[in-house]
C-alpha cells in the first residue's frame, strides 16, 4: 500500500525513501523487531560510501583483546559476514531469535535511513557511528557495483549511465534521497554527538590513524599508550586497508550472502579513490548536480570533499 514502483518494478518508496523492492520487507521487519541494546553500537551508511571498510575496523577495534590482528577472521571471512546488516542477516527470514550476534557490546551495520530506524535504536542508548562518502564517487561505486553483480543482470540494470544519474539527482536511488539518508544523520549528531558519530570516507582516506582512534574512543575502546607504542593501531590500519583486504583469498573469490541477495565479495573492493567520478561524469552533469546539492545541504554545515 502507498508503494509507488518506478524503475522497472526494482525500486520502491516507502516514507520518503527508495529501496529495493525486495529489501521492502526485512526492513520492514528490523523496524518492527529489533530490540536495540544500550550497549549495541550500530554502523548505519549509505552503500558504497565506505560499510565495508568501517565494518573491518569497527571489529578489529572491538576484537583486538581476544585474538591477534595476525590470527583475524578477517583474514578468513569478509567484514560484512563480521558484521551483519540488520535488515538482511536476522529480518529477511524472520529467524532473528536464532541469530543472535554473539561479540559483547553487539556490532551491527545498517542502510535504513535515520528515521526509519527501528523505535527502539531511538528510544535505547545505544551508540552509531555513520560513514558517507561525497555523492558523485558514491554514485559511480554504485554503478560499478550494480553492473558488476548478478543480481542485477538477472534484473538487468539497463540504465545508461545519463539515465541513471537522472534518476540520482531525482532522489531515486536506492536508499536515496542520498542527501536526505545523510542529513538524517548529520542532523542527529548535531543533536547527539555522544550518540552518533559521523565520518567521511574522504576523512579516513586523509588520515585513518587519527580516525581509528576517534572511532575506538567513540566505541568505549580506546587505545592505551601501551597498545600505541605497540604499534596496535597501524597494524589494524594495515589489516583494514583496502591493498590488504583485496588480496585476501576470501574476498577474491567469495561470495557474501545476505539472505535476500548474493554479492560477489570481490565487487566490495574497487578504486578506492577520492574522484573518480571525474572520470565519467561530464561537465552538465555536474553542473546540475551542483545546483541540486547546495540547494539541499544549504545551511546544514555539511559539506563534502570531491577530490584529493
Ligand atoms: P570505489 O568503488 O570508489 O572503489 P561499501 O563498502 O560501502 O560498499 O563501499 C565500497 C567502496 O569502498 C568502494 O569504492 C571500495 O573500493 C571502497 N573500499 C572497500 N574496502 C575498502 C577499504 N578497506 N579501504 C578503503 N576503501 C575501501
Known amino acids: 500500500q502507498g508503494i509507488n514502483m518506478v524503475d522497472g518494478g526494482r525500486l520502491c518508496n516507502y516514507n520518503n525513501f527508495w529501496c529495493r ?6 526492513i520492514l521487519n528490523s523496524q518492527k523487531y529489533f530490540k536495540a541494546h544500550d550497549t549495541d553500537i550500530i554502523v548505519p551508511t549509505l552503500p558504497k560510501s565506505g560499510t565495508t571498510w568501517l565494518k573491518a575496523l569497527t571489529f ?3 576484537n583486538r583483546t581476544i585474538c591477534s590482528i595476525n590470527q583475524s577472521p578477517l583474514l578468513t571471512t569478509n567484514p560484512h559476514d563480521l558484521v551483519p546488516q540488520l535488515e538482511l542477516k536476522f529480518f529477511a527470514n524472520l529467524d532473528h531469535e536464532k541469530n543472535i550476534f554473539p561479540t559483547s557490546p553487539r556490532l551491527y551495520a545498517t542502510h535504513v535511513p535515520y528515521h526509519l ?3 527502539s535504536i531511538h528510544e535505547s542508548n545505544c551508540r552509531m557511528i555513520y560513514i558517507c562518502r561525497n555523492p558523485l564517487d558514491y554514485f559511480i561505486s554504485y554503478r560499478f557495483f550494480l553492473l558488476e553483480n548478478e543480481f542485477e543482470s538477472e ?4 540504465l545508461s549511465l545519463e539515465e541513471s544519474f537522472d534518476m ?7 536508499y536515496g534521497p542520498f542527501w536526505d539518508h545523510v542529513l538524517g544523520y548529520w542532523n542527529a549528531h548535531l543533536k547527539n554527538p555522544d550518540r552518533v558519530l559521523f565520518l567521511k570516507y574522504e576523512d579516513l582516506k586523509e588520515d585513518i590513524v587519527l580516525n581509528v582512534k576517534k572511532i575506538a574512543d567513540f566505541m568505549g575502546f580506546g587505545f592505551s599508550e601501551d597498545e600505541e607504542k605497540r604499534g596496535v ?4 590500519v594495515k589489516l583494514c586497508s583496502l591493498e590488504n583486504m ?5 574476498n577474491k573469490t567469495g561470495v557474501f550472502s545476505g539472505s535476500v541477495i548474493e554479492v560477489k565479495n570481490c565487487s566490495f573492493f574497487r578504486k578506492g579513490e577520492v574522484g573518480d567520478w571525474a572520470n565519467y561524469l561530464t561537465p552538465e552533469m555536474i553542473e546540475r548536480f551542483d545546483k541540486i546539492t547546495e540547494a539541499k545541504l544549504q545551511g546544514s554545515g555539511l559539506n563534502f570533499k ?3
Open 155 to 158: 534484473e538487468k540494470h539497463s
Open 306 to 308: 570531491y577530490s584529493d
Open 117 to 119: 530506524l527501528s523505535n
Open 246 to 250: 583485496k588480496k585476501l583469498e576470501v
Open 233 to 236: 593501531i597501524e597494524e589494524i
Open 21 to 26: 523492492v525486495r529489501f521492502l520487507r526485512p
Open 168 to 174: 540520482f539527482c531525482r532522489g531515486i536511488y536506492p
Open 60 to 62: 578489529s577495534i572491538l
